[in-house]
């Protein structure tokens, strides 16, 4: 809103005086309408997404951290199309390690949501029995492959932290991107 505060002050300080229709129409569109080259490192562009797979193992603190000194954010799952290419990139890279998501239960035990974005997590990703908060301190949610029969990626509840059997890789979502156009009588 601010963004378009800005844009729209800036507008009518240049407008010239007189004009007797709208001088200039702006449009927003998600996404990157006009197909710009963009420079995303080091993002990697997935699908829609852009994403970073943060490759120490830390916990889900520390990961949050290092995402947001990127200016991005824990990855968030809001469809599981989305978690599906994400699994699809890693199993094209051989790569079955467990990552962090922005996903957790702290806020309220059993109500898990993205911290993202704080919606509730309806996904159909879960590992079978997950989550099931075991020990009782098992309250933020990660992807790998939970069990040592599992066939592909899932998600699963494990520590937040103290616990050293709990310290992953991370996958950080850089904000979605808008593309603005201004359109002028020149
Ligand atoms: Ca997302
Ligand atoms: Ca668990």
Known sequence: MLKYTVLFLALVSSAKEGWGRERFTIETHDGNHIGAVLKSAPFIKIDDGYYFFGRESVNWYVA????????????????????????????????????????????KTGIHKWFSNGQRINSLRWAHGQPDNAGDKEHCIHLGYIYKDSQGFELNDRPCAYDGNSLFRFICEAPKLETISIVVWK
Do not use: H, P, Q
């Open 64 to 107: 949050y951290e290092k995402c947001r000194e990127l200016e991005a954010e824990l990855v968030t799952f809001e469809t599981d199309e989305e978690f599906d290419a994400i699994a699809r990139y890693l199993k094209a890279n051989a790569d079955r390690g467990n990552y962090w998501s922005s996903g957790n239960d702290l806020g």
